[in-house]
């Protein structure tokens, strides 16, 4: 246990030495303190009157159908609905772009870890190869969980503060993105460990990345394709990550609604769980 802390230590020093850390930091403080500022709402009985942002005025509102008229009128939109709105949108783009943000801001530690003369210090103690890695990557994963719990807490208690309504369930965005930040990073991981190449490592992360938009559309591209490009196509979709699809589960979360189907999360982190195998008997068996 005191081996993994120390390893695990090391890294949280590292990270909070990068400035892109702190950058991040900085960029989630911002994000908060404009929705606690910059933004004032005027509530009337349970809908939004108006939207005020850095005195800029908008009145919020829906078309919706008279049913004796039928023409569409404009009506006023509910507090709760605006909150689930501000909500999905703010917690889609931290699942996108904080994941973005950390595989690049935390992709030099595994290259850092593995320089030589410093891997050749660490594996002479009396510490296993898996408790060195164990350790590096646990620092990284909750190092991701703090900020991630910083910027869509932080938004969540401003947004919640201001209107007065308490949605608990949309911080189950949090351990979403830490798991697909989790999952992604497996490949930044084991690449390095193989190549030691961390920029090879990073173009293979996003480009999984960009493949899962083009996986998201399975349903509309399987249809023209021939039975051997399907069966492809379909493996691909099953054996990779589904990094894309799994905003679909975050979205359900943020709203409230019932989830349709956990496979796209469940099968990412197989994929993720995999590949960390991989490269975890790659560590223990390659010489330094």
């Not at 349970?46 to 939207?51: I, Q, R």
């Amino acid at each position: 246990m005191r081996t993994l802390s120390g390893s695990l230590l090391l890294t949280f020093r590292e990270l909070w030495a990068m400035r892109l850390t702190q950058g991040i930091l900085l960029v989630s403080t911002l994000a908060w303190l404009f929705l606690s500022f910059a933004m004032n709402l005027d509530v009337v009985e349970g809908s939004l009157a108006a939207v005020r942002i850095f005195g800029l005025e908008s009145t919020p509102s829906d078309m919706i159908k008279d049913a004796e008229t039928g023409e569409w009128v404009r009506q006023a939109v509910s507090v709760d609905k605006f909150v689930v709105g501000i909500n999905s949108f703010v917690f889609g783009a931290s699942y996108f772009l904080g994941t973005l943000l950390g595989l690049f801001a935390t992709m030099p530690l595994i290259r850092g870890f593995l320089e030589q003369g410093r891997i050749d210090l660490l594996i002479s103690k009396p510490v296993s190869r898996n408790q060195l890695l164990s350790g590096h990557l646990l620092g990284v994963v909750l190092t991701v969980l703090v900020l991630a719990s910083y910027l869509v807490g932080g938004v969540w208690v401003a947004l919640s503060l201001k209107t007065g309504v308490w949605f608990t369930h949309v911080l189950m965005s949090i351990p979403l993105i830490v798991i697909m930040f989790t999952v992604m990073y497996s490949v930044i991981l084991t690449v390095t460990v193989m190549t030691r190449s961390n920029g090879l490592a990073l173009i293979l992360a996003y480009g999984l990345i960009f493949i899962s938009a083009i996986m998201a559309a399975h349903e509309q591209i399987l249809p023209v394709l021939s039975p051997t490009a399907k069966t492809a196509f379909n493996t691909m979709y099953h054996l990779l990550p589904n990094f894309v699809e799994v905003v679909i589960i975050q979205a359900q979360l943020v709203t409230g609604e019932a989830v349709a189907s956990w496979y796209s999360l469940i099968s990412s982190i197989l994929f993720g769980a995999v590949i960390y195998g991989l490269g975890f008997i790659w560590f223990n068996r390659r010489d330094f």
